[in-house]
């Protein structure tokens, strides 16, 4: 918002242009003035709400100047309605509140009862009592109303701050003065709010929490005897609050609502605004989208700060310290949000990741989740974190300092390890070959005999220690009924950082659904593998393929197939064995031919030995010219 654009409306004498013309002088005019004034432009000052640019509009409400009055009208932010005695006040329920309903303007309209100084008018608490309530009653769009003179210069300016006020802080989407009380939506921003400032979430504002939201908010302190003010104020109208442990939800939206029925509604708005609140009272934007890019080749990842915000959330809100979140305790973590994201609810979750053995997410699994969310769909953590309210470490840094990007692994069969901690899987196999099994062990389920066919894709995550101790997420997924289509995708290859393929050793049709697979989508020797027996505990039969499996890996110059069934111990080795290639992948490429050697470093050492040998010719044959 850069301009408030006031129309002054009302019956002709009511002093419409004197109020503009007391306003720009700064006192009384008390020659005639003319009866239409000329459009004035206020520059903003410091006293102006959100420092904004006014224009002042005056109009004439003569039949024949109608046009130009319904033209006005519908260009301006705020209406000003002036009356001045009982014909001009009735004037306003009968005409001029009408009238401003028919044109299907939704603006805000400021009541003003000009000439208070004329003898025989009553005192403003009988005003406001006989005339302004109930008007404001009948039109709900009335966002205030005032008592003013031109003559003694009474109120000129707070009126036109009424009307700037009504711009930039509108009561109407805050608070309900037929019902008399706060409107849903804010009551829920409001309830959000409470949320990132109950920082222990004890559900009270303490001492400490009310000066931070103080200073957050305000930008100065909170005192002692402030907030002491601030509690009397809640204990009058909510006796049986207990405000000894601080104030909880409901003495904080009494606060607020005490704000809307006093005419302070501007501190809501600076309140909502400063948690990035708009006008409808929606979170920005901006704030809950900021510009966020993942190169192509790259992915997202939380970063420290990301991790450690997490980490907090989970153990704050597990408030049985079982290190489990439960329903209940979940519920109340997401309370600020729209709820669980949409792919967490499509995905079935928690069973995505690890839980513990009365079925909740444990710190390990929440932490594998968001870390898979932000793999995949890095824009949806973001959102999360701003509903969430985390702080990046430095406050000028963006609400993306959680999140960082990898470097590209474009080159994928260059030796070395990629810099990833979260990690990609296809599971590729033949039907009932045991795909579902093996992401159940990958959770540390228990094995279930009982063959469910898998149709739309299922996706794990956990966390994997490699050699050496590193610790990297890898997510594993089967794809179902999707398989074709995801391998056609060369977007979706392009995020996966290897493929497994299985096959059930004890059945001899198993291994040619892979054969078959990599013979249709040639290009996914473009991507590393492992190749994986499973159900390693049953009898092994032959395939009936032109290779057996050992033979067909050998033809690749690949390692020879892992034997592993989900019913042993050592299963987590196949795990392992995995985040290991995708962490590495040179070494998991099928290759059609011996790789020649690198002789790299031999011709940089030859390169090296011949200019030192050139420089040694030089300094030899300058001494002996010098000699």
């Known amino acids: 918002m850069t301009t408030v654009r006031i129309c002054v409306c009302g019956d002709e004498g009511t002093g419409k242009s004197s109020l503009i013309a007391s306003l720009v002088k700064d006192q009384f005019i008390n020659n005639k003035i003319q009866s239409v004034l000329p459009q004035i432009t206020i520059p903003p000052?410091?006293?102006?709400?959100?420092?904004?640019?006014?224009?002042?509009?005056?109009?004439?409400?003569?039949?024949?100047?109608?046009?130009?009055?319904?033209?006005?009208?519908?260009?301006?932010?705020?209406?000003?309605?002036?009356?001045?005695?009982?014909?001009?006040?009735?004037?306003?329920?009968?005409?001029?509140?009408?009238?401003?309903?028919?044109?299907?303007?939704?603006?805000?309209?400021?009541?003003?009862?000009?000439?208070?100084?004329?003898?025989?008018?009553?005192?403003?608490?009988?005003?406001?009592?006989?005339?302004?309530?109930?008007?404001?009653?009948?039109?709900?769009?009335?966002?205030?109303?005032?008592?003013?003179?031109?003559?003694?210069?009474?109120?000129?300016?707070?009126?036109?701050?009424?009307?700037?006020?009504?711009?930039?802080?509108?009561?109407?989407?805050?608070?309900?003065?037929?019902?008399?009380?706060?409107?849903?939506?804010?009551?829920?921003?409001?309830?959000?709010?409470?949320?990132?400032?109950?920082?222990?979430?004890?559900?009270?504002?303490?001492?400490?929490?009310?000066?931070?939201?103080?200073?957050?908010?305000?930008?100065?302190?909170?005192?002692?005897?402030?907030?002491?003010?601030?509690?009397?104020?809640?204990?009058?109208?909510?006796?049986?609050?207990?405000?000894?442990?601080?104030?909880?939800?409901?003495?904080?939206?009494?606060?607020?609502?005490?704000?809307?029925?006093?005419?302070?509604?501007?501190?809501?708005?600076?309140?909502?605004?400063?948690?990035?609140?708009?006008?409808?009272?929606?979170?920005?934007?901006?704030?809950?989208?900021?510009?966020?890019?993942?190169?192509?080749?790259?992915?997202?990842?939380?970063?420290?700060?990301?991790?450690?915000?997490?980490?907090?959330?989970?153990?704050?809100?597990?408030?049985?310290n079982d290190g489990g979140l439960n329903d209940e305790e979940l519920e109340a973590l997401f309370a600020p949000t729209p709820g669980l994201p949409t792919s967490w609810v499509d995905s079935s979750f928690p069973s995505t990741t690890v839980r513990n053995e009365a079925g909740h997410i444990t710190l390990q699994g929440w932490l594998a989740q968001w870390s898979m969310t932000t793999f995949l769909e890095p824009h949806t953590t973001i959102s999360y974190l701003a509903y969430l309210g985390f702080e990046p470490p430095n406050p000028r840094d963006s609400i993306t300092a959680a999140l960082k990007i990898t470097k590209s692994r474009k080159r994928r069969r260059r030796p070395g390890r990629v810099e990833r901690n979260v990690v990609l899987c296809y599971l590729i196999g033949a039907p009932a070959a045991g795909k579902s099994s093996l992401l159940d062990a990958f959770l540390n389920r228990p094995f279930d005999g009982l063959y469910r066919p898998t149709i739309k894709p299922r996706r794990t995550v956990n966390s994997v220690e490699l050699p050496g101790g590193k610790q990297v997420y890898m997510i594993f997924e089967e794809l179902g009924e999707l398989e074709p289509a995801i391998l056609e995708n060369s977007s979706k290859l392009d995020a996966c950082d290897l493929v497994c393929y299985a096959y059930d050793s004890s059945d001899p049709d198993s291994f040619s659904h892979i054969v078959d697979m990599r013979k249709k989508y040639p290009h996914l020797d473009e991507l590393p593998s492992v190749y994986t027996a499973l159900k390693a505990d049953k009898d092994k039969t032959t395939q009936r393929s032109e290779l057996q499996p050992d033979q067909y890996t050998a033809a690749l110059n690949m390692s020879t197939p892992l034997h592993v069934s989900v019913t042993w111990n050592s299963i987590a080795e196949l795990f392992v064995a995995l985040a290991e290639a995708a962490t590495n992948p040179s070494t998991a490429f099928p290759k059609s031919e011996e790789e020649s050697p690198d002789r790299s470093g031999l011709y940089l050492a030859l390169g090296a030995t011949a200019c030192a040998?050139?420089?040694?010719?030089?300094?030899w044959r300058r001494s002996t010219n010098s000699a």
Not at 118 to 135: I, R
Not at 613 to 619: D, G, K, L, N, P
């Open 45 to 320: 000052s410091i006293g102006t709400p959100e420092n904004v640019t006014t224009t002042v509009v005056d109009t004439s409400a003569r039949p024949q100047d109608r046009t130009t009055l319904r033209k006005e009208i519908r260009k301006c932010n705020v209406i000003l309605l002036i009356y001045s005695d009982h014909y001009s006040y009735e004037r306003v329920a009968l005409f001029w509140m009408p009238y401003f309903r028919s044109l299907g303007v939704n603006v805000p309209v400021v009541l003003c009862a000009n000439k208070s100084d004329l003898a025989g008018q009553a005192n403003t608490p009988q005003v406001v009592e006989e005339e302004l309530l109930p008007v404001m009653a009948e039109f709900r769009e009335i966002d205030s109303c005032i008592r003013t003179s031109a003559r003694e210069h009474r109120n000129i300016n707070e009126v036109f701050f009424l009307c700037q006020k009504a711009v930039t802080h509108p009561i109407a989407p805050l608070f309900d003065y037929k019902e008399g009380k706060l409107k849903p939506a804010c009551v829920a921003a409001l309830k959000r709010i409470f949320f990132l400032c109950d920082k222990d979430q004890d559900g009270y504002l303490n001492t400490e929490e009310m000066r931070e939201f103080q200073l957050k908010c305000f930008n100065k302190p909170l005192t002692d005897d402030d907030l002491e003010n601030i509690k009397l104020s809640i204990a009058k109208s909510l006796p049986e609050v207990n405000l000894e442990p601080g104030i909880d939800l409901q003495g904080f939206l009494q606060l607020n609502k005490l704000y809307a029925e006093k005419g302070r509604h501007e501190t809501i708005w600076i309140i909502l605004r400063e948690y990035h609140y708009t006008d409808s009272l929606s979170l920005e934007d901006k704030f809950l989208h900021p510009k966020f890019e993942v190169p192509e080749f790259s992915s997202a990842e939380l970063s420290p700060a990301g991790y450690r915000f997490f980490v907090d959330l989970f153990l704050l809100f597990d408030k049985d």
């Open 613 to 619: 040998v050139v420089a040694a010719a030089m300094i």
